[in-house]
């Protein structure tokens, strides 16, 4: 090997290897964000690949939506049915969103209290996805111009998917939850509760599993804690996140509890919640803004 | 194929470009989740570029969007993709003739 490569050729391969596993070394640990040359390159090609994402999107759904066609032509139908269910929730909604008015200036709240739950979804179209198998992050055309931050909760209609892990001035990556782990540094743990059960039952979603057998995603849900026995989680539960970890704002839908195991140490169960958003072929998503806590 | 020729830089850029947006698109869910098929396209083009120019094009052309790589998808680190993509064409360049071949496209 030695002879075919010659003395010098060796002495720069190794000094590049070294150069190259420094680098790998320092940027390990202590990524906080990113510096301006790469948020003027990911800008720039991000703009790029703006064009191109969009467009294959759409064309892609076209053909779907051809394949799909007497699928949508049910779905049409049940959809107006149910706009139906929502002019009349719409109408109660008003009813009780009055009442609940009143009600907080009887007792008297702040007005960071009544802002608390009045949520801005920010709109955004993908731009990219990551092709890397063990890096599930994609890019959104919202940046730091439009009031993104880190750590903002990601959404699709059908639920959350992530959270904004870098920003860029015009655009961001998020995180998808496929990425969540528990020995990773670089993933945050999703403090969650069940619905109607929300005083009862806390749990933290840490990691992402696969079942082998069908390829489902599944969240996994540990530290179960169950305040009220009587009021135990229950397969088919909704969990969403109940906004203790500081991290995401309390209400956003996660998933539905597909099984109960036994945890590690047999002491707490160890859930495996179903998401309801899809990590793949996503166009649009919304970045949920809670108001600032002081 | 050399590092003046524009085309070849193009081709590139154009790789990196369809390997993050098209082909999500393209491939279906169930190979993004269950099975993972990766486009990684330009680092197939630099294997070629290896094989038919030489080992100090494919070197530069592996380093520069290796790291444009990097810099697009925010991961744990800096630099793998850039050395990952960068080492094949050295490495070609250490074997040689059909032997060298080989190596790289297993």
């Given at each position: 090997?030695?002879?075919i ?6 002495f ?28 003027f ?10 064009w ?41 909604l ?38 890397d ?15 993104i ?10 639920g ?8 860029t ?16 540094n670089?993933?945050?743990?999703i ?9 009862s ?32 989680i229950?397969?088919?539960d ?19 509890v ?30 949920v803004?809670a108001?600032?806590?002081? | ?21 098209v ?6 869910p ?42 697009l ?24 003739g ?9």
């Open positions: 090997m030695l002879k490569m010659g003395n010098k050729r060796l720069f391969l190794l000094l590049g290897m070294i150069l190259f596993i420094t680098l790998m070394g320092l940027t390990l640990g202590g990524r906080t964000g990113l510096t301006w040359p790469e948020k390159v990911k800008d720039t090609i991000s703009t790029a690949q703006g191109l994402y969009k467009p294959a999107g759409s064309i892609a759904g076209f053909f779907r939506d051809l394949r799909e066609l007497q699928v949508i032509y049910r779905e049409n139908k049940e959809l107006k049915k149910t706009l139906i269910h929502y002019a009349e929730d719409t109408q109660h008003n009813d009780l969103e009055a009442e609940n008015k009143r009600l907080k200036i009887a007792l008297a709240f702040t007005e960071q209290q009544k802002q608390s739950n009045n949520y801005k979804y920010h709109i955004a179209d993908v731009v990219a996805v990551s092709p198998a063990y890096n599930h992050t994609i890019t959104i055309n919202l940046g730091e111009k439009d009031g931050k880190p750590n903002m909760a990601v959404v699709t209609p059908q959350l998917i992530g959270r904004i892990q870098t920003v001035p015009f655009h961001s990556d998020v995180q998808l939850l496929t990425n969540l782990n528990d020995t990773d670089n993933t945050k743990a403090s969650v509760t069940v619905r109607g059960k929300e005083t039952s806390f749990g933290v979603i840490e990691s992402y599993e696969q079942d082998k057998q069908s390829g489902k995603d599944y969240l996994v849900m540990t530290k179960v804690e169950q305040a009220d026995p009587t009021h135990a229950a397969v088919g909704t969990v969403i996140t109940s906004g203790l970890g500081q991290v995401f704002p309390p209400g956003l839908m996660v998933g539905k597909a099984s109960i195991g036994v945890g590690e140490f047999n002491i707490t169960p160890r859930v495996l919640v179903e998401p309801f958003a899809s990590f793949t072929h996503i166009q649009e998503v919304f970045v803004e108001p600032v806590q002081q | 194929m050399t590092i003046k020729n524009h085309y070849t830089w193009l081709l590139l850029f154009g790789l990196l470009l369809v390997q993050g947006t082909m999500p698109w393209v491939l279906p169930a190979w993004q989740s269950s099975t993972f098929v990766v486009p990684h396209f330009t680092l197939t083009a630099v294997l070629f570029i290896g094989l038919f120019t030489g080992r100090h094009a494919a070197l530069v052309y592996g380093i520069i969007f290796g790291l444009l790589q990097d810099f998808f925010y991961g744990t680190m800096l630099g793998v993709y850039s050395f990952g993509s960068g080492s094949p064409g050295i490495w070609r360049g250490c074997c040689s059909g032997l060298g071949a080989a190596f790289c496209t297993a």
